[in-house]
């Protein structure tokens, strides 16, 4: 059974940092490309950073700068770092694991950022 958990969300200040993490089992955790979304209400579902297999990485225009996504094989785990926060980054956080035959979704953590 394929799970991905998602820890790290929470109330912060404007200004503020956040981490992140996407627990990942049931796949082969390397062979996955991974990648963290957000959905703020009544928005769509938008890109904040993917990271390949090959850890190549890709960030949305609106937190680039401000964000780092990076994975560790090893604890078969993703993180989000998310510095100078913005009260328009509140969303729920959404981590994904794809390649060719498969996509998989977590079921996402809330951050909220206060101005």
């Known amino acids: 059974q394929v799970q991905l958990v998602e820890s790290g969300g929470g109330l912060v200040q404007a200004g503020g940092s956040l981490r992140l993490s996407c627990a990942a089992s049931g796949i082969i955790f390397r062979i996955y490309n991974m990648g963290w979304y957000r959905q703020a209400p009544g928005k769509q579902r938008e890109l904040v950073a993917t990271?390949?297999?090959?850890?190549?990485?890709n960030y949305g225009d609106s937190v680039k700068g401000r964000i780092t996504i990076s994975r560790d094989n090893a604890k078969n785990t993703v993180w989000l770092q998310m510095n100078s926060l913005k009260p328009e980054d509140t969303a729920v956080y959404y981590c994904?694991?794809?390649?060719?035959?498969?996509?998989?979704w977590g079921q996402g953590t809330q951050v909220t950022v206060s101005s």
């Open positions: 994904r694991a794809w390649q060719v035959l498969n996509d998989y």
């Open positions: 990271i390949t297999s090959g850890g190549s990485t």
